[in-house]
């Protein structure tokens, strides 16, 4: 296993055990099974763990294995706090309390505020006062790093960078989204101020594990060419691991031999040993997902800031999510990343000015792709769920700023 350092100076497997995927037989986690694959994870060094309270019985399972196998000391937590349903610090702490008690533990290794999505949800938890709270668990031993972990634009992620000393962030990025949430720019602007970045959905739920037919034939063609035998799985993560601002990689392992496969890649890979060719093959696959877009958006950016807060390339990336991984995923990814905004960014905003169409390096034609996108992402049936759901969410975070 190879290791990157947090920033305290502390390793961190380059490989980290996502622990929300493991077999269920009905309601409940296959306990047995589950406790083989983490035990061989931790036997090939694996050290990272990353559960959270939300995902059901995912910490409780953790914190049996670990505890009833007496390896707590050998591999750090990372949990969350569903920091969008907290009222009060009363609440945070209960919380908190419930999570030390599901995972066996006295201290969570990295604990990370679950789902941050703009600067409003941080401004409201510091009116709560979890500046002060964070403070004194860190001085009480209870937390060791703090984080967040991210679903949002990317000028949002460099506001919420900016606005605490985090001690490491959680962003979704993978080679087909390169460009988009936070991206290889938060990445980047993350590491560039020494916070290390846990990757989540490193192959896009599983997504880029399995291409379609086309790319498949490309990997194909380039392990005849080459003499490998390149897996589109590996591709993926070795896309990550060459990059040297990724700290650690997640994955939601069910299974001895993915454990043992991704083990084995992640000891065989190491920052800048992408070669180029294939570098060449990632883009040849990108471009065969990506010709089933609708709108060729690059999300550069250079239309934005759009004057009435459209996020454009949010818009058009959902919109051709719901091509490239089907309607129900793309309308899972649109709610979670923009519906539970405060500012969610709609294209309905749009009053035609035209000043991102003067600006987009793709001649795109914006504002008659926004009515479209916006037809397809929020269709009459959807608005009043995303609406009511939106509601919900955002009316918790102004209760608990009132607190
Ligand atoms: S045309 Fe619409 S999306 Fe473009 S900058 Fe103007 S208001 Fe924003
Ligand atoms: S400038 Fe054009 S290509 Fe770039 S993000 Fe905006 S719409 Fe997309």
Redesign the pocket.
Known sequence: MKYRNDKSGQPVSVLGYGCMRFLRNGASIDYEKAEREILRAIELGVNYFDTAYIYPGSEELLGKVLDSNGLRDKVKIATKLPQYLMQSLKAVDKIFSEELKRLRTDRVDYYLMHMLTDIGSWEKLTEMGIREWIEAKKADGSIKNIGFSYHGTCDMFLKLLDAYDWDFVQIQYNYMDENSQAGRIGLEAASKKGIPVIIMEPLRGGKLANLPKTCGNLIKEFNGKTGKAVTAAELGLKWLWDQPAVTCVLSGMNSIGMVEENCRIADETEAGCFTDEEKTLVENIKTVIKAKEKVGCTGCRYCMP???G?D?PGIFHHYNLLYTEGRIEGYRWFFQNMGLREDHGYASR????????AHCPQNIN??EE?KKADRALRPFYIRPVMYAAGKFVNRKRHRSAKV
């Not at 749009?350 to 169409?357: D, H, S, Y």
């Open positions: 759009c004057p009435k459209v454009i749009c009053v035609a000015c035209g000043r991102c169409e914006i504002i926004l």
